[in-house]
């Protein structure tokens, strides 16, 4: 067996303002309220109808989560009720069939789906990388979940132990629990960065000049419920419970600290699938991965340049701002708007996602993005990972795919790292800025 490295042990470990224990105890869930029989157990629904931002904008204000948009379309997950304030609205509401079960009684993920990763497998395959790599990867706390796991980050760049004066990149996985193919993405890239480090000349480059952070799992207590008992729950929040509610979880991508439930982009209500919770950063999740971002002001100026914060579904390039439509305001000039496009359209030039601003999607607040830009001023993008519908298995596509999907990022990873030392470089004003 390798050695796991002591957290005392690494020199970025100073660096962190939280640190939890390393070993991964889950303290015990706080007792669960014997919610009623599932009365409220959201589905997923076709809705057919909306074709404008606004619309969608209007199904999200129910509660409703908007998992896929398509041109007069769009797929909600939505409890009962919420469904029927859908219609209301004059849609067409069909559900949709559920995830596939296969059986009581798994702690895993089901047999055919076994190449996913789940909590303790991730652990392994992060522990296995640092000790396989000691001198360009090393494993920190950012604190840990309601339950009590470990909020696992991986640092990656040569000389891994001293705090250099290079570009930082950020990549965050799994806000939402049921997104695992983003985890996924996470392993590609810790395998990419390490095996290839000094074969591949471009991985080569970026591990000696950029200090990258993957956080390969934001929401492990909701990912672990998702797969607890053999079955899918298509649950997206965190586990954390709420005070004077049966309603378990907070929406981890509506509790940012950046105009907080400021649009109509995020939920009040704690049965809502886009509960923003009940302060921005009440997520024990989001605070202190917010608490680790901030850690990165070294004397007074943020080190991280870029993020990408990995979602699925529905093969998108995403960028700030989600809580206006408008393209630039206060805190986004015409010339940081075109950057983040421009950045943006080059990586969707690799991956062949669909670019585009968040908002033209629907309104979203208190998301990461707009946080990282909009309080940090880090370049950033949310991508939404394969399948671009439902019919390519929404959530759940089978394991098969999981090479294919996460190689399909690799440039834009790459393109993204090249760029982090001045991302205005890409739309030519790197002397007026860099
Ligand atoms: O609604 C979300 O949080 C994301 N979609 S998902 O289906 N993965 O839940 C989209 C967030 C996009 N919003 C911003 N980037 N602001
Ligand atoms: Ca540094
Ligand atoms: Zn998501």
Redo the contacts with the bound molecule.
């Keep these: 067996m390798h050695a796991r490295r002591s957290l005392a042990a690494t020199a970025t470990a100073a660096l962190l303002l939280t640190t939890a224990a390393a070993g991964t105890a889950a303290a015990s869930p706080a007792p669960d309220s014997p919610a009623p029989a599932s009365a409220e157990a959201p589905g997923r629904y076709l809705v057919a109808g909306p074709d404008t931002a606004e619309e969608r904008t209007e199904i999200a204000a129910t509660g409703a ?4 948009v398509n041109e007069d379309s769009v797929v909600v997950t939505a409890a009962p009720g919420q469904a029927d304030a859908v219609a209301g609205l004059g849609h067409e509401v069909t559900p949709l069939p559920g995830p596939g079960q296969d059986g009581p009684g798994a702690l895993d993920f089901p047999p055919s789906d076994s190449d996913y990763h789940d909590y303790a497998e991730l652990t392994d395959v992060v522990d296995k990388t640092v000790a396989d790599h000691p001198d360009i990867a090393a494993k920190v706390s950012v604190g840990s979940s309601h339950e009590g796991r470990d909020l696992m980050a991986v640092k990656i760049t040569s000389d891994v132990a001293t705090d250099h004066d290079r570009p930082e990149v950020l990549f965050t996985h799994s ?2 629990a049921r ?1 695992h193919l983003t985890v996924e993405m996470a392993v590609y890239l810790l395998g990419m960065l390490t095996d290839d480090y000094g074969t591949d000349p471009r991985v080569t480059e970026m591990v000696d000049t950029r200090e990258i952070w993957i956080l390969p799992n934001l929401n492990p207590d909701g990912a672990e419920h998702d797969i607890s008992d053999g079955s899918y729950k298509s649950w ?1 929040k965190n586990r954390q419970p709420n005070q004077g509610s049966w309603s378990v979880g907070t ?1 981890l ?2 509790n940012w600290d950046y105009n907080w439930g400021c649009c109509g982009g995020s939920s009040s209500s704690p049965s809502s699938q ?1 509960y923003r919770g009940a302060s921005p950063e009440s997520a024990p999740e989001v605070r202190q991965v917010a608490d680790f971002v901030r850690s990165r002001v070294v004397g007074g100026e943020q080190q991280i340049t870029a993020a990408i ?1 990995f ?4 093969e998108l390039i ?6 206006t439509y408008d393209e630039t305001g206060p805190g986004m000039s015409r010339d940081e708007y075109d950057t983040h496009a421009e950045l943006g359209r080059l990586m969707a030039g690799s991956n062949g996602y669909t670019p585009q601003q ?2 033209d ?2 309104i ?1 607040d208190g ?4 946080w990282l830009w909009g309080e940090q001023r880090i370049f950033n993008y ?1 991508f ?1 990972m394969y399948p671009s519908s439902h019919w390519g298995g929404g959530f759940y596509p089978g394991d098969e795919i999981i090479p294919r999907e996460t190689s399909r990022n690799r440039e834009a990873v790459l393109d993204l790292l090249g760029y982090a030392d001045c991302p205005y470089r890409v739309i030519d004003k790197e002397d007026e800025y860099c």
């Design positions: 989560a908007v998992d896929e806000q939402h997104e997206r929406d991508n509506r886009t914060d979602h699925t579904y529905g995403l960028w700030p701002y989600g809580y968040s908002s999607l629907y979203t998301t990461i993005n707009d949310t939404e």
